[in-house]
């Protein structure tokens, strides 16, 4: 049946246009609060299952744009990793605590966010690293199966190495093309996508391309200066966010 709630559409159209920037280029890990921000009017895994098949979508209309535009070494070491985290995410997503996910994240995001700082002023450049690359491609995996939360760990990976921005969102186009569409078999096979989550899909499915072509507009407006310190305040705004709501959570239970 499909949610007719005003307060689920109040949270998920912005959610989802969020998303859809983020694809489209500009704000990078500020995606993370999509399914948060749902969150306040349905449960975590109905909103990730709503959001999941307007992802895909927003996929294919981010990879035509930055076609070809993406680094095909990073993302030989990445999909692997990915693959094995959708796979453990999978297998426990009916045990793991909502809380702890987001806590794991939201850590994460903030201590980057200063390691990213740090090498500014350094003005280092890190190299790909079939080690680094294979850990966080993993973990991104894992965090994008339970709340779509797979760009922080990959920004932990991809920033660093200071890529042209057109590179690095086409990089993340491929990458989370793939891990998107692999997560479909489990979602469908946990039985996230109902005929329910499938019709709400279906009516927000529109905002995708104006997202997408938000996210393009700003993409390409701003130069990699500015979209680089951008992305980082996003991502320290992403993971205080998710830091907090996972220690609220844990707190309410005991």
């Known amino acids: 049946m499909l949610i007719v709630d005003p307060l689920f559409y109040f949270c998920a159209i912005p959610a989802v246009l969020i998303f859809g920037m983020a694809k489209g280029g500009f704000g990078g890990a500020v995606s993370i609060v999509s399914v948060p921000l749902m969150s306040l009017a349905v449960s975590p895994p109905v909103a990730a299952a709503i959001l999941l098949p307007i992802l895909c979508v927003m996929d294919l209309l981010a990879l035509k744009k930055y076609w070809g535009q993406w680094h095909v070494l990073n993302l030989k070491i990445m999909i692997p990793g990915a693959l094995v ?71 932990v990976y991809l920033l660093p190495q200071k890529l042209h921005p057109s590179i690095y969102v086409g990089t993340n186009a491929v990458l989370f093309a793939v891990i998107n569409y692999v997560k479909l078999i489990p979602y469908f096979w946990l039985g996230q996508l109902n005929t329910a989550n499938l019709t709400t899909s279906l009516v927000l499915l529109p905002l995708a391309p104006i997202g997408i072509g938000l996210g393009v507009w700003a993409h390409n407006r701003v130069s990699s200066f500015v979209f680089y310190r951008v992305i980082n305040f996003f991502l320290m705004l992403a993971g205080g966010k998710l830091l907090y709501d996972g220690l609220v959570q844990l707190t309410t239970v005991a």
């Open 85 to 155: 985290g959708i796979f453990i995410g999978a297998l426990t997503f009916r045990y793991l605590s909502e809380a702890h996910i987001r806590i794991l994240i939201g850590g994460i995001a903030l201590v980057f966010a200063l390691y990213f700082w740090r090498k500014q002023v350094s003005g280092k450049v890190s190299q790909p690293s079939v080690v680094k690359g294979s850990f966080w491609g993993t973990v991104s995996g894992f965090t994008s199966f339970g709340i779509h939360a797979g760009g922080p760990p990959v920004s």
